[in-house]
């Protein structure tokens, strides 16, 4: 099984479902990456704060899918902001995932208080017209950083990965994303798996449906029109995250899960306009 894809604004494809890999490291790394293409995975992502890409370069060259199937996404760490420096960080990510070309390369977080994000930026539409990536774009931005970035370059993301959940549906982001033409992934799916998984508005569609919670919230997350990005190491759970497309939830049940979402439902506090990656 492989998930449909989806168009961004660029006209490249994107698998409407893919698997993360923070925090695997090592052996353990490589091999949930390889059982997750193994079990139809088509986006892998990834970043240099992960410090798990030569592990996920390494399943990359050991799997029998061929490299051209595959999305492989990395993200820029706040320490190579800059133009140089994201030009210098960019072919670290490359080596280290043995790679010639990155298929969707993100920066990270915007740190505002460097304030040099709109500099890198700048570096990665020059790899994305020199053919070095795909497509380009950004994680945890905010409207305003997004509005910036359009108005001093002149190039909005393909793509925006933020922090999604029921307990975080980011109502007014997603609304913004859509009138851009911004593609919505979700980075921590599930959130606080344990927090929500009971809750009423989703064990009653998952026992009405014969599927599990998590596969409830991860088909909520498609209907929203975010692309989901679950971590799992276990085989079985790597299926079910990816099964979600034999069934659908109504308006009704989709409005329920959003519903969950409160006031200070982030996971750990990371709002971008003062969270500071190293």
């Not at 060259?61 to 490299?67: E, F, K, M, P």
């Not at 994303?177 to 980075?187: K, R």
């Amino acid at each position: 099984m492989t998930a449909p894809t989806l168009t961004m604004a660029d006209g490249a494809q994107l698998p409407a479902v893919g698997f993360g890999t923070y925090p695997l490291k090592g052996p353990a790394a490589t091999n949930a990456v390889l059982t997750a293409l193994g079990a139809g995975y088509r986006l892998v992502d990834t970043a240099v704060n992960y410090r798990n890409e030569t592990e996920v370069g390494e399943a990359l060259a050991r799997s029998t899918v061929a490299r051209e199937q595959v999305v492989v996404t990395t993200k820029l760490p706040g320490r190579d902001h800059g133009y140089e420096q994201t030009l210098a960080s960019f072919e670290g990510s490359r080596t280290r995932l043995g790679v010639a070309t990155i298929d969707l390369y993100l920066i990270h977080w915007p740190n505002p208080s460097v304030d040099r994000y709109v500099d890198s930026w700048r570096a990665m539409v020059e790899l994305r017209d020199r053919g070095l990536v795909r497509s380009i774009g950004v994680s945890n931005f905010t409207e305003a950083h997004l509005t910036r970035l359009g108005e001093e370059v002149g190039v909005l993301p393909a793509v925006n990965q933020v922090e999604l959940h029921p307990r975080f549906p980011q109502e007014r982001l997603r609304k913004f994303h859509a009138a851009q033409g911004i593609l919505t992934e979700s980075w921590s799916p599930l959130g606080r798996a344990g927090d929500v998984l009971a809750e009423p508005a989703v064990a009653a569609p998952a026992r009405a449906l014969g599927v599990t919670p998590a596969q409830v919230v991860l088909r909520w997350q498609v209907q929203l029109g975010s692309v989901p990005i679950p971590k799992s190491a276990d085989l079985v759970r790597q299926a079910q995250n990816l099964d979600i497309f034999g069934f659908e939830l109504t308006e009704e049940q989709v409005a329920a899960i959003t519903a969950l979402g409160r006031s200070d439902g982030r996971l750990f506090g990371a709002d971008p306009d003062h969270h500071e990656e190293q």
